[in-house]
């Protein structure tokens, strides 16, 4: 099993900045692979970004200029760093994480899932 316990969302102003940090643990196996997901109200999650233990990263078009995802050492942290932030950012923020290797945007490449976390970006 793997939890994840996301942090870091609140209220930001439109063209600052954001850092998310994903606190997971249980099975390093399970979780080789982790990512960021957002979802707005009625839709379905969509990825932002996503790293893997081997450092390979994957972004989102709607991101990809100005957010950095990163995996500690220890490989019990996945952090998001996003700038230059726009309302459309706003949402609520899920970790995922799963054992497949390469990082992926799709939803169904991820088994495990945080709780969420509400990122506000007002103008």
């Known amino acids: 099993q793997v939890q994840l316990v996301e942090s870091g969302g609140g209220s930001v102003q439109s063209e600052g900045s954001l850092r998310l940090t994903c606190s997971a643990s249980g099975s390093a196996y399970l979780r080789r692979r982790m990512a960021w997901f957002r979802q707005y109200p009625e839709k379905e999650p969509e990825g932002v970004a996503s790293v893997d233990i081997a450092g390979l990263t994957k972004y989102a078009d709607s991101v990809k200029d100005r957010a950095t995802i990163s995996l500690d050492d220890a490989e019990t942290t996945m952090t998001l760093i996003m700038g230059s932030l726009k309302p459309e950012d706003t949402a609520v923020y899920y970790c995922?994480?799963?054992?497949?290797?390469?990082?992926?945007?799709?939803?169904?490449?991820?088994?495990?899932w945080g709780q969420g976390t509400q990122v506000t970006v007002s103008s």
């Open positions: 995922a994480a799963d054992h497949g290797l390469s990082p992926t945007l799709s939803r169904d490449g991820y088994q495990y």
